[in-house]
C-alpha cells in the first residue's frame, strides 16, 4: 500500500509492527510533523455558522486535504482524515444533542430521570437512525472516495463505556448515581459494552473495503481492529469504585480489540495504573501528563513503571525532550511522537536517532 502524501508508508508499516511486537527495527519508532518545505496553503472558505465547520462534509474533508498537503510526514507519523465530530460523539449516537464549540462538542445529558428514562437494549440500538450516526458514515464514506493512494482514514472519536454514560447522565449525578443505584448503573453498562463494538464494527466495515488496517485520534496504525480505549470519569472516583463499575468494560474491549492501549490522562489517573497494568492482554499506555506538567521528562519514574510491567508506551513530547528520554527508557515498545518547526529540524531529528 502507497501514499501520495506519505511516500515511505511502507518502511512506516513495518515499524509499526515491530512497535505493536514490543521490539524495533532500526531505532526508537518515531513520529515527526513539521510544515512542508516550499508548500503554498490553497485558502479553504470556512463556513460563516459553527455547527456547519463540523458537520459541512465538503468543508472538513477539502480543509483535512489541504492541511496533509502541506505537511511533513516523518518517521511513523502519517497522513489521516478521522470524522471528528468531539468526544461524546458516541452518546450523542444514543439520544443525547450535541452543543458545538469553536474546538471541540460536548453532550447534553439525555437520562434526567432513570424512573422515566428509555435506557434499554432495544431503545439503545435504535442508532442507525440517529443524525449524528448517519453523517459519521456519510463522512467516512465521501473520504474514502479519494483516500486510497493518498492518506488514510480513521474511527471517530468513540469513547463508549462509562464516559458515555456520564455523558448521557451527567458526571455529577453519575458520582451519585454509583452508590444511589449502583445496580441501575451496571445494568445500563451492560448493555453500552456490547454497543460499543457494534458501533466500532459498523464504521471499520466501511474503512477496511478500501483500506488495510485501522487507525484512530490517537495517530498510530495497526494491521487489526485496534483502539486507545479509555475513561475521563474515573479520575473523579476511586480504585475500588474504578475497578467494580469501570474496568469490567476496559477489560471486555480489550479482549475484543487485536490491538489496544490505555489513554491515561492526568495524575488523578494514576491511581488506577496497577489495575490496568495487571490487563494481561492491553498492549500499552499512552500517558498525558496532563496542563499541570511542563515536561515529559517530570514522570522518568512513571513510564520505566509502565516499561517494567511489560507494557508498550506512546507518549506525545517536545523535540528538545527526546534524546533525553531515550537516554532512561528503553527503545522497545517506545513510539515518541513530536512536532517541529520546519522540515529542516524534523529530517535532522531523525537521522539524529538513527544515528
Not at 6 to 25: H, L, S, T
Not at 63 to 76: D, I, L, P, Q, V
Not at 96 to 121: G, K, R, Y
Not at 143 to 158: C, H, N, Q
Amino acid at each position: 500500500m502507497e501514499m501520495e502524501f506519505k511516500p515511505d508508508w511502507n518502511q512506516a508499516v513495518k515499524r509499526f509492527e515491530a512497535w505493536w511486537a514490543g521490539e524495533i527495527i532500526d531505532r526508537v519508532a518515531l513520529q515527526v510533523t513539521a510544515p512542508k518545505m516550499g508548500y503554498r496553503h490553497q485558502p479553504v472558505s470556512t463556513p460563516q455558522d459553527l455547527e456547519e465547520r463540523w458537520t459541512n462534509i465538503d468543508y472538513v474533508i477539502e480543509a483535512a486535504e489541504e492541511r496533509m498537503r502541506g505537511t511533513f510526514y516523518g518517521g511513523e507519523a502519517f497522513p489521516m482524515y478521522w470524522p471528528n465530530l468531539g468526544p461524546d460523539i458516541f452518546s450523542a449516537y444514543l439520544g443525547c444533542e450535541l452543543v458545538f464549540m469553536p474546538s471541540t462538542t460536548w453532550a447534553e445529558p439525555c437520562i434526567n430521570d432513570w424512573e422515566n428514562a428509555e435506557v434499554s437494549a432495544p431503545s439503545l440500538k435504535s442508532y442507525p437512525n440517529n443524525r449524528w450516526w448517519k453523517l459519521t458514515l456519510q463522512m467516512i464514506e465521501r473520504s474514502l472516495e479519494s483516500a486510497p493512494g493518498r492518506y488514510f482514514v480513521g474511527l471517530t472519536d468513540l469513547h463508549g463505556g462509562m464516559d458515555a454514560l456520564s455523558a448521557m447522565r451527567g458526571r455529577k449525578q453519575l458520582c451519585f448515581d454509583l452508590i444511589e443505584c449502583p445496580e441501575r448503573v451496571k445494568t445500563t453498562m451492560e448493555i453500552l459494552t456490547p454497543l460499543w463494538f457494534e458501533i466500532y464494527e459498523g464504521i471499520h466495515r466501511s474503512i477496511r473495503e478500501k483500506l488495510i488496517g485501522s487507525s484512530t485520534w490517537l495517530s498510530a496504525w495497526s494491521p487489526g481492529r485496534w483502539y486507545p480505549t479509555s475513561c475521563d470519569f474515573a479520575a473523579l472516583v476511586s480504585p475500588q469504585m474504578f475497578d467494580e463499575f469501570i474496568l469490567p468494560d476496559i477489560i471486555a474491549e480489550v479482549e475484543w480489540l487485536d490491538q489496544s492501549l490505555y489513554h491515561l490522562d492526568g495524575p488523578d489517573a494514576i491511581v488506577h495504573l496497577d489495575s490496568l497494568l495487571n490487563i494481561p492482554k492491553l498492549g500499552g499506555i499512552q500517558w498525558v501528563p496532563g496542563a499541570a506538567s511542563s515536561s515529559m521528562l517530570h514522570w522518568i519514574p512513571l513510564l520505566k513503571r509502565i516499561q517494567e510491567a511489560g507494557k508498550l508506551l506512546h507518549l506525545s513530547v517536545s523535540p528538545h525532550e527526546i534524546e533525553s528520554l531515550l537516554g532512561e527508557l528503553s527503545p522497545k515498545g517506545l513510539m515518541l511522537s513530536t512536532g517541529c518547526s520546519t522540515e529542516a529540524e524534523a529530517r535532522e531529528l531523525l537521522s539524529k536517532i538513527e544515528t
